[in-house]
């Protein structure tokens, strides 16, 4: 007999005594009077009607100036948004805003080009046609919008993989790991490009976490009186939401019954390269094309 | 006279089932946000053809002292034809609960059916004699934009007591989600949980 299995049985039987040992603590014997502790599941019934089950909105940053019309500028942040009101799940398909693609009635251009020439309509299609997936809303922030939006729900807690900073957005810089910001902070943390090693692409991600962050703090405070009806009023006058009021609110409600355990994001990846003197990224179609595959159906990307 | 064997199975099945999944001391009637006094009920003394009680509390946006009433009303109308269709009308012991989901979208009417034990009395309606309302509250909150309203979520409670086999007082709460579209308020979601717990001082029949 050699030593391994002995000592594999022993830390068996050492943790089992460990598991019966916990188990006659936190058990009480039935002997002992049952109503001194107890666990019981409350039942929960929820859901939101909006048809149809998936919806999918194409959230865009304009980079406008004030003065400049928001809906007819480019595009700095490119997110198409999917949620399954059946499932709770959501997604996010990131899309880099130098990424080279046809854009209907005017050739080759950076995908961001497309709202300035022709509105959310044309930057819906320009997005349709590389992921596959015809957004059912487009909703624009300009840049102080999102930062309005922000401050109205109060401080969102994002997650930053790394350290960075941008010497005009943010010189103090983000730490690595979770920390609290505001209006202005989720704005910096969305924007800031150049800090970042995958540039464009990493940006892309910070946008989905400001994204999530934003969920988070809607998810926890949801049930707080007035809390959605304020939110979506800010929405309404921080956003060029071009939906009716009710309709607006339902999406609202909607995006409260996602689970954030059930939410995935990718960013569209892709080369990049110089176009007439032009920084652009060439997207890898086919993998937009394969995550809109993936989530037209239940707003769920499997693997990025 | 004694009760049919089918029933008396059935009843342990549904106290089982409420044991089970609605808690069977999980509230007290106290400290809901629905409430509009700090007193428990526990002791009210059923009111027949009660009236709920319906506020409005928040309003984002711009809303009159009289439509504010008008909200309140109406809103409170809707949801009460709700109590009345899921747990507090028709005849009881009956075999289906019927349509409980008036003023719900057709969406939200199908998914309420899918949860129809927590979203009606589906699960009790054949084992109980009768049905009395102790406490019936909405409160509501408004979206309402250029002066407006077009959405609105009610937070309600519902506390009622059951008679027959299955004696138990019922505490329902949470919110109802509308919208008001072609001058009428729709149901169009909803996040509720119910407890229930034995009446005091009351055996089952």
């Given at each position: 007999m050699t030593t391994r299995p002995v000592l594999v049985r022993s830390l068996?039987?050492?943790?089992?005594?460990?598991?019966?040992?916990?188990?006659?603590?936190?058990?009480?014997?039935?002997?002992?009077?049952?109503?001194?502790?107890?666990?019981?599941?409350?039942?929960?019934?929820?859901?939101?009607?909006?048809?149809?089950?998936?919806?999918?909105?194409?959230?865009?940053?304009?980079?406008?100036?004030?003065?400049?019309?928001?809906?007819?500028?480019?595009?700095?942040?490119?997110?198409?948004?999917?949620?399954?009101?059946?499932?709770?799940?959501?997604?996010?398909?990131?899309?880099?805003?130098?990424?080279?693609?046809?854009?209907?009635?005017?050739?080759?251009?950076?995908?961001?080009?497309?709202?300035?020439?022709?509105?959310?309509?044309?930057?819906?299609?320009?997005?349709?046609?590389?992921?596959?997936?015809?957004?059912?809303?487009?909703?624009?922030?300009?840049?102080?919008?999102?930062?309005?939006?922000?401050?109205?729900?109060?401080?969102?807690?994002?997650?930053?993989?790394?350290?960075?900073?941008?010497?005009?957005?943010?010189?103090?810089?983000?730490?690595?790991?979770?920390?609290?910001?505001?209006?202005?902070?989720?704005?910096?943390?969305?924007?800031?490009?150049?800090?970042?090693?995958?540039?464009?692409?990493?940006?892309?991600?910070?946008?989905?976490?400001?994204?999530?962050?934003?969920?988070?703090?809607?998810?926890?405070?949801?049930?707080?009186?007035?809390?959605?009806?304020?939110?979506?009023?800010?929405?309404?006058?921080?956003?060029?939401?071009?939906?009716?009021?009710?309709?607006?609110?339902?999406?609202?409600?909607?995006?409260?019954?996602?689970?954030?355990?059930?939410?995935?994001?990718?960013?569209?990846?892709?080369?990049?390269?110089?176009?007439?003197?032009?920084?652009?990224?060439?997207?890898?179609?086919?993998?937009?094309?394969?995550?809109?595959?993936?989530?037209?159906?239940?707003?769920?990307?499997?693997?990025? | 006279m004694p009760r049919p064997a089918s029933r008396r199975t059935s009843t342990a099945a549904v106290l089982l089932a409420l044991a089970l999944t609605a808690g069977a001391c999980s509230g007290d009637d106290d400290g809901d946000e629905a409430s509009d006094s700090p007193s428990s009920d526990a002791t009210a003394q059923p009111a027949p053809e009660m009236k709920v009680q319906s506020r409005v509390m928040t309003v984002a946006g711009e809303l009159s002292k009289r439509k504010r009433r008008v909200v309140a009303r109406d809103v409170g109308a809707v949801v009460d034809r709700w109590f009345d269709a899921a747990y507090l009308g028709g005849d009881y012991p009956r075999k289906h609960i019927g349509d409980a989901w008036p003023g719900f979208t057709v969406g939200a009417r199908r998914l309420a059916k899918r949860e129809r034990t927590l979203t009606s009395n589906a699960l009790l309606v054949d084992n109980i004699d009768g049905v009395e309302a102790v406490r019936k509250v909405v409160r509501v909150d408004v979206f309402s934009p250029k002066r407006r309203p077009a959405g609105a979520t009610a937070r309600f409670r519902l506390v009622y007591d059951t008679t027959g086999d299955i004696a138990r007082r019922v505490d329902v709460r949470g919110r109802l989600l509308l919208t008001r579209t072609q001058g009428r308020w729709r149901v169009f979601g909803f996040d509720m949980v119910r407890s229930t717990r034995p009446r005091k001082g009351v055996e089952a029949s």
């Open positions: 068996r039987t050492a943790a089992l005594g460990v598991v019966l040992a916990l188990t006659m603590l936190l058990v009480p014997n039935s002997s002992v009077n049952p109503t001194d502790s107890a666990l019981v599941r409350v039942p929960r019934a929820e859901g939101v009607d909006l048809s149809p089950d998936v919806i999918w909105i194409l959230a865009l940053g304009s980079d406008a100036r004030p003065g400049q019309s928001v809906t007819r500028s480019r595009a700095d942040a490119i997110q198409l948004v999917g949620i399954n009101t059946r499932t709770g799940a959501a997604t996010s398909i990131g899309v880099p805003r130098d990424s080279w693609v046809g854009i209907p009635g005017h050739g080759n251009e950076k995908i961001t080009a497309a709202m300035y020439f022709g509105g959310p309509k044309l930057m819906a299609k320009a997005v349709g046609d590389l992921v596959g997936i015809e957004p059912d809303y487009v909703m624009v922030s300009s840049f102080w919008g999102l930062r309005h939006m922000v401050d109205a729900i109060g401080p969102i807690t994002i997650s930053s993989p790394v350290a960075f900073s941008d010497p005009h957005l943010r010189p103090q810089g983000f730490r690595k790991g979770r920390q609290q910001v505001g209006g202005m902070g989720a704005l910096a943390f969305s924007r800031t490009r150049k800090a970042l090693l995958r540039g464009d692409f990493d940006r892309s991600a910070n946008q989905q976490r400001t994204i999530r962050a934003i969920h988070a703090k809607i998810r926890a405070k949801q049930a707080k009186p007035g809390f959605i009806e304020k939110g979506v009023l800010a929405v309404l006058t921080n956003m060029d939401a071009q939906v009716p009021p009710a309709e607006l609110y339902r999406i609202a409600q909607a995006i409260t019954q996602v689970r954030p355990g059930r939410i995935t994001t990718c960013v569209v990846l892709g080369g990049i390269g110089n176009v007439g003197g032009a920084s652009v990224v060439f997207p890898n179609r086919s993998q937009a094309r394969r995550y809109g595959h993936d989530a037209r159906k239940d707003a769920t990307i499997r693997s990025c | -």
